[in-house]
């Protein structure tokens, strides 16, 4: 398997753009959660969903912040618009859930605000 | 509210010295505590995990000792190499519901 794979590996984009994050799960697993890394905040999960269906979003910063997952093998997580705080790696990863509840991250979105 | 909090956040260890981390939990309902290891330029990768029916876990040269009374647990890297120089995560969970620590940046020199 291939693994979690995100797109694109590094966004750069001026303030008040719209952004739109990709994520392709491992095939199979049924959860899913974004999170931002920051110096500052370290790794916050943002939202996840379990079986394509948004379960806990309390992570999203503002309404600014929106995900979708139109179905098992695909996610996005959209700004708009973006600010230069939003500026961080954001992550995606899999998990096929209990009870190891392993998640498997991709290799990130490098994302820059100016 | 921070529910995991992780100690150092950066440690610098000579070659086959043994590397420390520590994390504290404040829920008792997490039922699983993994650590990840972040490379530069990575996504986090889990390294080993325990769950709170045992005191302790070992592969190779990676040990979880785990104190369920006290909720903490760290990890003991035995011979750290200058392979191991990573950034490190503990993880506490229940289901879905999974809180990082903050990370500790380890460097091994040589």
């Known amino acids: 398997d291939a693994g979690v794979i995100q797109s694109p590996r590094h966004e750069v984009t001026e303030m008040g753009q719209e952004v739109t994050l990709r994520c392709k799960p491992i095939s199979g697993h049924n959860s899913l959660f974004w999170y931002r890394q920051t110096m500052m905040r370290g790794l916050e999960l943002l939202i996840y969903f379990n079986n394509n269906v948004p379960i806990d979003d309390s992570g999203m910063p503002e309404d600014r912040f929106s995900a979708k997952m139109p179905n098992a093998s695909f996610s996005t997580l959209k700004i708009q618009p973006s600010e230069p705080r939003d500026s961080a790696v954001y992550f995606c990863?899999?998990?096929?859930?209990?009870?190891?509840?392993?998640?498997?991250f991709g290799a990130g979105t490098r994302l820059s605000v100016l | 509210q921070q529910q995991v909090k992780q100690s150092p956040q950066s440690l610098i260890v000579q070659k086959g010295g043994i590397s420390i981390i520590n994390c504290a939990y404040e829920?008792?309902?997490?039922?699983?505590f993994p650590w990840y290891q972040q490379f530069p330029g990575k996504g986090p990768a889990l390294l080993i995990a325990i769950r709170p029916d045992v005191s302790e876990k070992k592969e190779g040269r990676f040990t979880i000792s785990f104190n369920k009374s006290a909720k903490q647990f760290s990890l003991h890297i035995m011979d750290s190499q200058p392979g191991d120089s990573a950034t490190y995560f503990c993880?506490?969970?229940?289901?879905?519901?999974?809180?990082f620590g903050a990370g500790t940046r380890l460097t091994v020199k040589p």
């Open positions: 829920n008792t309902a997490f039922d699983y």
């Open positions: 990863a899999s998990t096929l859930g209990t009870p190891k509840n392993i998640q498997y």
């Open positions: 993880a506490a969970s229940k289901g879905n519901d999974m809180r």
